[in-house]
T-cell receptor, first 114, second 112 residues
Framework: EADIYQTPRYLVIGTGKKITLECSQTMGHDKMYWYQQDPGMELHLIHYSYGVNSTEKGDLSSESTVSRIRTEHFPLTLESARPSHTSQYLC?????????????FGDGTRLSIL | AQSVTQLGSHVSVSEGALVLLRCNYSSSVPPYLFWYVQYPNQGLQLLLKYTSAATLVKGINGFEAEFKKSETSFHLTKPSAHMSDAAEYFCAVSEGFQKLVFGTGTRLLVSP
């Protein structure tokens, strides 16, 4: 049963458009994450948040930005999409009780920029 | 910095055969280790996690993994593969503050 939701699941859009990928979780988790994953490849952390009004850049440089105004919501925005942004974007969340807490993942958004 | 190495980008087994997916980690502190599974067009689902309570960890769908500190390994096994096990498997180590470092993944192929 999914407690973390990503919309849209698939998006095909032209170059230069502004895009917002939505991620919401109903578990009350403080920590949320965005990963970028190319087909058949590993996950790369691009953004994370430890709570409301807290956002950090991840290990992989990304032109996207994020916001965390509410605990349950962690949207990712691309101001001007380019073909190089074509990828799968996965959102995750985890609870606050120590480093042994697993991350829970949404089903991802597969983004294609024409 | 922590890191994870998964040997073999693809592993092929026959249905009913033993599954062995390898994971070696590098960590300067006692690690927290995880195995995730990813089915096509889906996110990652937690299979099991090691948190130092027991070296042999049992997970969902009949999978288990054994933590071996001397070998810095956390290999995933299942005694008998099922067609539904075909998926991508990721090993991950906690880098602290609940940030995970993932391996490159191993695609498990199961033939009838």
């Amino acid at each position: 049963e999914a407690d973390i939701y990503q919309t849209p699941r698939y998006l095909v859009i032209g170059t230069g458009k502004k895009i917002t990928l939505e991620c919401s979780q109903t578990m009350g988790h403080d920590k949320m994450y965005w990963y970028q994953q190319d087909p058949g490849m590993e996950l790369h952390l691009i953004h994370y948040s430890y709570g409301v009004n807290s956002t950090e850049k991840g290990d992989l440089s990304s032109e996207s930005t994020v916001s965390r105004i509410r605990t349950e919501h962690f949207p990712l925005t691309l101001e001007s999409a380019r073909p190089s942004h074509t990828s799968q974007y996965l959102c995750a969340s985890s609870g606050s009780q120590g480093d042994n807490q697993p991350q829970h993942f949404g089903d991802g958004t597969r983004l294609s920029i024409l | 910095a922590q890191s994870v190495t998964q040997l073999g980008s693809h592993v092929s087994v026959s249905e009913g055969a033993l599954v062995l997916l390898r994971c070696n980690y590098s960590s300067s502190v006692p690690p927290y280790l995880f195995w995730y599974v990813q089915y096509p067009n889906q996110g990652l689902q937690l299979l099991l996690k090691y948190t130092s309570a027991a070296t042999l960890v049992k997970g969902i769908n009949g999978f288990e993994a054994e933590f071996k500190k001397s070998e810095t390994s956390f290999h995933l096994t299942k005694p008998s593969a099922h067609m539904s096990d075909a998926a991508e498997y990721f090993c991950a180590v906690s880098e602290g503050f609940q940030k995970l470092v993932f391996g490159t993944g191993t695609r498990l192929l199961v033939s009838p």
